[in-house]
């Protein structure tokens, strides 16, 4: 791996790092601040559907004003600083804090830390600063070139030191304060490496974001014009003749640029073709966030012992991340020798539809799992054991590591990447993240509806007299109706035309 790569290298580990304190947040805000589990469940859960839809906006920035470069310095330093914040924050916090008064400057500072971690995560979830380095090798002319094998050792090796130190050694750190101090300590040192390259990095001037192209198109849409007067005919391709109003962008008196705004008309109609399938991931995000929410408090609330030895429940992070790269490694195998058997070559569009589907079916074993686990959980609450909860975490997982490459599959189909590329993969990120948000209205509805009558909430003060089981219960079967929504805008939507007609793109490529 060259030198470029590892400063690259050095800065995702050093967000790696810092996501296993961040992932404690739960327990931060219920056993520091001593907010109530369902207040911190519902904070986090905003939390996370912020960093899940901000990356779309960050993309826009980057494509439209600032380029990649900028974008990651910006946003690493205020991640950097985000973490300062709140180490800062937890300096005012007693151990015991049924005794201790918490200033409202310690306040203020992690009011201050929550925006600037919202950017700094939502760079990162947005990937672009591996598109950064992908352009970087490109105008190097060096992207074929594969790093050699004691490299690619050396990366596993420290990855597997930063995900052991930050499972055993970072919980095991008492103070709040030094908690998230180390991790900004690293990323500091990530941030000061990662600038000492900057005459090396590609820093080509931002081309405009497809956001842009696609308001342009709408607007243009939305002209009065006389239907005779529409030169362009769209009824050969799979849109037909929806979205007809949108060729009144192609009515130019420059034909130059004719060309260049048929392809825009087309790509905008394919955007807004895909709306409903882009909702399915709106159920998803709610699945997902029971896991950084809810399945950290269960652990929290279990035994953590083993022969003596208190286990830190962040082994469940851990746990979880190896499920997440286990079983996307797993479908990729699976993906790259089905085409051997078959004289059709199948499209990535084909291979992420059947990712999302399967992502689905993951999503649904989660929840199911999970409130069999509960409802044991709460049987014996003494002797429930944290380790009761890895099956869950490994569907959680599955389900997500599936989901995030079929994405990528689904929506990444030409080389270079464009910007309808890269704003169209983010969408349904976005729409994960709104989900995300909307559990919290979920969930306060499912509380108001429990109680009914005479009927005791599922959602009541005490986790342990609480009834997540059934809420998991709901979700299962929510998500399976959404896995039959899916089914249904495949086959009655223009979704499975547009796989189709990527098949037979890449069987004429090939041929």
């Not at 095991?172 to 490496?193: D, E, H, S, Y």
């Not at 990095?201 to 007067?229: C, E, W």
């Not at 959404?482 to 098949?503: A, M, P, Q």
Request: charged share 20%; with cysteine.
């Amino acid at each position: 791996m060259a030198l470029l790569d590892w400063k690259i290298e050095g800065l995702n580990l050093a967000h790696i790092f810092a996501e296993y304190v961040l992932w404690l947040m739960v327990t931060f805000l219920t056993h520091v601040w001593e907010l109530n589990y369902k207040t911190a469940a519902a904070a986090i859960n905003i939390f996370w559907g912020l960093v899940g839809m901000l990356p779309l906006l960050v993309q826009y920035i980057i494509d439209s004003y600032v380029g990649n470069y900028r974008m990651a310095l910006l946003s690493t330093f205020m991640y950097t600083t985000g973490l300062g914040f709140l180490s800062i924050s937890a300096i005012g916090i007693c151990e015991n804090t049924k005794t201790c008064h918490v200033k409202k400057r310690y306040k203020f500072s992690l009011l201050l830390a929550i925006p600037q971690l919202l950017v700094g995560l939502s760079y990162q979830r947005s990937d672009s600063i591996n598109q950064l380095i992908a352009a970087t090798k490109e105008l190097g002319d060096n992207n074929k070139l594969r790093p050699p094998k004691w490299e690619r050792f050396l990366r596993i090796v420290a990855l597997i030191v930063v995900h052991l130190v930050g499972t055993f050694i970072l919980p095991n750190i008492n103070k709040w304060a030094f908690r998230f101090g180390v991790p900004t300590l690293c990323m500091l040192a990530a941030i000061f490496i990662f600038w000492t390259g900057s005459n090396s990095y590609h820093k080509p001037k931002p081309s405009g974001s497809f956001l842009t192209t696609m308001l342009k198109v709408i607007l243009a849409g939305l002209r009065p014009i006389k239907s005779n007067q529409l030169e362009y005919d769209n009824s050969g391709t799979h849109y037909g003749y929806r979205l007809r109003c949108l060729d009144k962008a192609i009515i130019t008196g420059d034909e130059e640029q004719r060309d260049k705004v048929i392809e825009d008309v087309r790509k905008t109609k394919q955007a807004i073709s895909r709306i409903p399938f882009f909702l399915a991931f709106f159920m998803l995000g709610i699945v997902s966030s029971i896991g950084d929410s809810y399945f950290i408090q269960q652990a929290d609330y279990m035994n953590t012992m083993i022969r003596g030895y208190d286990v830190p429940i962040v082994v469940l992070q851990l746990w979880y991340e190896l499920s997440k790269s286990l079983l996307k490694k797993i479908y990729l195998e699976i993906k790259d020798k089905l085409p051997k058997k078959s004289n059709n070559v199948v499209s990535s569009k084909c291979y992420g539809c059947v990712g999302i589907t399967v992502s689905m079916i993951f999503a649904i074993l989660c929840c199911f799992v999970a409130a069999a686990v509960d409802k044991m959980r709460c049987n014996k609450v003494n002797s429930a054991n944290m380790f009761w909860l890895l099956p869950q975490f490994f569907f959680l997982g599955g389900f997500e590591g599936i989901l995030e490459e079929s994405i990528e599959m689904f929506f990444t189909n030409s080389h270079p990447l464009t910007s309808f590329d890269h704003t169209m993969r983010l969408v349904p990120k976005s729409i994960f993240g709104i989900g995300s948000i909307c559990s919290v209205l979920l969930t306060f509805v499912v509380q108001k509806v429990s109680a009914w009558g005479d009927n005791t909430s599922w959602f009541v003060e005490d986790l342990n007299e609480s009834r997540l089981d059934k809420y998991f219960f709901l979700l299962g079967g929510l998500s399976i109706a959404n896995l039959v929504y899916y089914t249904f805008v495949y086959y009655f939507t223009s979704l499975r035309s547009e796989v189709k007609d990527s098949r037979s793109e890449v069987n004429e490529s090939n041929t």
